[in-house]
């Protein structure tokens, strides 16, 4: 399988370097796309530098910050119009272990329209959360599961590996959504598409280097966008009786 990894970047000069060499060499084969929303430490440039000692890495440099979700649908877009079969999207700042990623790829092959990098299944964890972060965390992806009747633990998960005709199905056009809502939707259409979705087990990681880019927006906007998905899909469903 032709694989893409999508690495968004901001501001990540202190983690580019390792991430970048410790995904040669879990996933030796594999492209990666640095999609940088210029960067101001200069990321784009030492990724550009890798790419021309490690080969197989290709950095897009977008004009402004323009959010996660957006970088991933740009990555998308790139990796399918290139015919990619497999595009794998994850964090830069080493909280997923790219060790990982060959697990993701495995399921991928074993039938998985989305390998889904779950924290919240046997053999999953989050070693360097507090209680509260991680019951607000599992809180959430229970209320996702429920209102969209989703049997998936962790939807908020943003280490995973999609299929290229799974993603073919999403008008990214119509994806509007960033940080944790983005993860819900994607994994949401995947599911009514069709597809199906498989979860291995990760340790996630706090960042070591640099600044958490998560804000208190961004889990409002996974509530409220997550509650009115619920919603709609309640009526749609009547009207259809």
């Known amino acids: 399988m032709r694989t893409l990894v999508v690495l968004p970047t901001f501001n990540e000069a202190g983690n580019i370097d390792e991430v970048l060499r410790r995904l040669r060499s879990a996933v030796p084969d594999a492209n990666v796309l640095v999609v940088d929303d210029s960067s101001p430490d200069g990321t784009a440039d030492l990724a550009e530098t890798i790419s021309a000692e490690l080969g197989a890495i290709d950095v897009l440099r977008r004009r402004e910050k323009s959010g996660l979700g957006s970088a991933y649908r740009e990555g998308f877009r790139y990796g399918l119009t290139s015919g990619y079969d497999v595009m794998v999207e994850m964090d830069s700042d080493l909280s997923h272990d790219p060790d990982a990623l060959p697990s993701l790829l495995d399921a991928v092959n074993k039938g998985a329209s989305l390998a889904l990098g779950s924290r919240y299944i046997p053999g999953g964890s989050i070693p360097d959360w507090s209680w509260h972060r991680r019951a607000l965390s599992r809180w959430g992806n229970r209320y996702a599961a429920r209102v969209l009747r989703m049997g998936?633990?962790?939807?908020?998960?943003?280490?995973?590996?999609?299929?290229?005709?799974?993603?073919?199905?999403?008008d990214f056009n119509s994806v509007r959504a960033d940080g944790y809502a983005f993860?819900?939707?994607m994994a949401y259409r995947v599911l009514r598409g069709g597809g199906a979705i498989i979860e291995v087990p990760i340790s996630f990681s706090d960042r070591v280097r640099g600044e958490s880019k998560m804000s208190s927006r961004i889990v409002v906007e996974?509530?409220?966008?997550?509650?009115?998905?619920?919603?709609?899909?309640?009526?749609?469903?009547?009207?259809?009786r």
Request: charge should be positive; hydrophobic fraction near 50%.
């Open 152 to 170: 998936v633990a962790d939807a908020t998960s943003g280490y995973r590996a999609y299929t290229a005709p799974a993603l073919a199905e999403i």
């Open 183 to 185: 993860q819900i939707e």
């Open 222 to 240: 996974a509530l409220v966008l997550v509650t009115g998905w619920g919603i709609r899909d309640r009526i749609l469903k009547f009207r259809r």
